[in-house]
């Protein structure tokens, strides 16, 4: 015996002269209804994606760049799951952010540089801005003062284009899955 794929009735083994048992369906009508169901899933993904495209057609440059922030401040905390807070070095049960050591708005060519962020509790982040001066010496036990002087020293600045903020979020997410395997 097997289920009818409309109304999960069962239903006797399909014989050759009735094609609608042979389909999987006990009636006619259930097959007619299941057919239109299918029809009307198809149309309404159909339309979700054509929206999807729409408003990634009219998303600013802000908005590509806040995804890519989301994408790589999400890479940095499942990196750096297994290690405490870079500035105060405890682990805790609260939120921690991906806290950047050159603030974003100072120095943003330094925005997704993996060495510039690290995982950080939230009491470092928000209520000691960063906790700077103990971030600065846990850090250079982290990465090693070559590249601390590296960040501390002069950049370029960097202009990102949508393209190249795209291109970054589909890096950071693919980062991320596979840390997550």
Not at 95 to 106: I, L, M, P, S
Not at 131 to 156: M, Q, S
Request: hydrophobic share 30%.
């Amino acid at each position: 015996m097997r289920k009818c794929r409309h109304c999960k009735i069962e239903i006797p083994k399909a014989s050759e002269s009735n094609p609608i048992q042979r389909k999987g369906f006990c009636t006619f009508d259930h097959a007619a209804d299941y057919g239109l169901l299918k029809a009307k899933a198809s149309i309404g993904k159909k339309k979700r994606q054509d929206v999807r495209q729409a408003k990634e057609k009219i998303k600013t440059k802000g908005a590509h760049a806040k995804d890519t922030q989301a994408a790589f401040n999400a890479y940095i905390r499942a990196r750096d799951s297994d290690l405490p807070c870079v500035s105060c070095g405890r682990h805790h049960q609260g939120q921690y952010h991906a806290g950047h050591y050159r603030t974003v708005g100072a120095h943003p060519e330094l925005r997704f540089n993996e060495n510039n962020c690290h995982k950080q509790c939230a009491p470092c982040n928000n209520h000691k801005s960063g906790n700077v001066v103990d971030y600065r010496i846990n850090l250079a036990d982290r990465i090693g003062a070559g590249a601390l002087e590296w960040l501390e020293g002069p950049h370029d600045a960097k202009k990102y284009s949508i393209d190249d903020l795209k291109e970054l979020t589909k890096y950071y997410r693919k980062k991320l899955r596979e840390m997550a395997k």
